[in-house]
């Protein structure tokens, strides 16, 4: 029993984003979500024994159904932050990554986060890339867009000067569809580290952050971690 006094159902229904790659996304080939969460989630679902169905939606969406008992569990890249932590619970953290600022490959003025003044920094609405952006100094406008790949868009067209975005997603868009066309700059900008999060007081996440740890110490998180981000 949790200490909201429920019990963990045999069934479980498990939120996670339409949209961020490596980590989940759509394979048109097979109609199935894929990605680096989605293994990790099979895998703690296997150890816990437990059966799930997975319910996409928009990363917004989330920490509201995970408030209102629509959602068991969310697993999305999902930072864990103080204000996060307020309405919903985490389990220990499983990916360290950081926000990275993306430009066009011609770019020159951009080299840091120094350089943003007086530009148009285009993000995906709801996330700490959104917070971060909205923080800076002397900005011409931030753009949220719902998906980030409208805001990876509106850099290529020239309607925004940069991205600001997490560095795993980045560094991913970097390598494929964006390849040749756009360029990560500066440090990172802000440690971040991913949790998956429960609606308060859930008894489903001490299990599920305890299978997360078995799987860090028996070399599956380690096999999947290869899989999708190399070495
Ligand atoms: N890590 C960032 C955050 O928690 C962005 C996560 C976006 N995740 C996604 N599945 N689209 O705000």
Same mark, same amino acid.
């Given at each position: 029993k949790g200490s909201d006094g429920s019990e963990v159902p045999e069934k479980i229904t498990i939120g996670t984003d339409t949209s961020f790659v490596p980590f989940e996304f759509l394979n048109q080939d097979t109609g199935e979500y894929e990605g680096f969460d989605i293994d990790l989630v099979k895998a703690i679902a296997e150890k816990i024994g437990i059966e799930y169905e997975l319910k996409p939606m928009d990363f917004n969406g989330l920490i509201p159904a995970l408030q209102t008992g629509n959602l068991d569990m969310a697993i999305a890249g999902m930072t864990i932050t103080d204000e996060r932590k307020k309405v919903v619970d985490f389990t220990r953290p499983y990916y360290d990554a950081g926000l990275y600022i993306l430009v066009r490959? %011609? !770019? @020159? *003025?951009?080299?840091?986060? !120094? %350089? &943003? @003044?007086g530009k148009v920094v285009a993000t995906k609405q709801g996330t700490t890339s959104f917070n971060y952006a909205s923080k800076l100094?002397? &900005?011409k406008e931030v753009r949220p867009f719902p998906n980030i790949d409208q805001a990876y868009m509106e850099l290529e067209k020239g309607s925004a000067d940069a991205v600001i975005y997490d560095s795993p997603n980045v560094l991913y868009y970097i390598k494929t569809k964006g390849k040749g066309k756009v360029k990560a700059v500066g440090d990172l900008l802000q440690a971040e580290s991913y949790g998956i999060a429960f609606p308060k007081? *859930?008894?489903l996440r001490d299990k599920v952050d305890e299978a997360l740890g078995e799987l860090m110490e028996d070399g599956t998180y380690e096999k999947l971690y290869v899989k999708w981000f190399g070495q």
């Open positions: 490959s %011609d !770019e @020159k *003025s951009i080299k840091g986060v !120094e %350089d &943003l @003044k100094d002397g &900005l007081g *859930s008894p």
